[in-house]
């Protein structure tokens, strides 16, 4: 069974970093775009990275852009999430992404994705 497991989430104070992990379970996802969304209590999932097969291929949401970086290892078959400055509003689960259909020039809201992980929850104090 395909699976994507996070790790690397928890508690951290305003204006610390965290970074999270996706390991997949299958070597045909080091051939996917891979992404990271999240959701608050309350709220809608939230776009918050992506990478594609090559790594100049990254994307950002706009709350995260200059503090987050997306990367990947395709030898281990593992998606980074590196978050910096963080910040109270960043509290949520963030969830790992396999396959995410993006074209050029396409916003996030119309990508599929083909795969999703379990969630790790991501908390900022202030």
């Known amino acids: 069974q395909v699976q994507l497991v996070e790790s690397g989430g928890g508690l951290v104070q305003a204006g610390g970093s965290l970074r999270l992990s996706c390991a997949a379970s299958?070597?045909?996802?080091?051939?996917?775009?891979m992404g990271w969304f999240r959701q608050a209590p309350g709220k809608e999932r939230e776009f918050v990275a992506a990478?594609?097969?090559?790594?100049?291929?990254?994307y950002y949401g706009d709350s995260v852009k200059g503090r987050f970086a997306i990367s990947r290892d395709n030898a281990k078959i593992t998606t980074y999430l590196q978050m910096n400055n963080l910040r109270p509003e960043d509290t949520a689960v963030y969830y790992c992404?396999?396959?995410?259909?993006?074209?050029?020039?396409?916003?996030?809201?119309?990508?599929?994705?083909?795969?999703w992980g379990q969630g790790t929850q991501v908390t900022v104090s202030s």
């Open positions: 990478i594609t097969l090559t790594q100049g291929g990254t």
């Open positions: 299958e070597r045909t996802f080091s051939s996917l775009a």
């Open positions: 992404a396999a396959d995410l259909s993006i074209s050029a020039g396409s916003s996030w809201q119309s990508w599929n994705v083909g795969y």
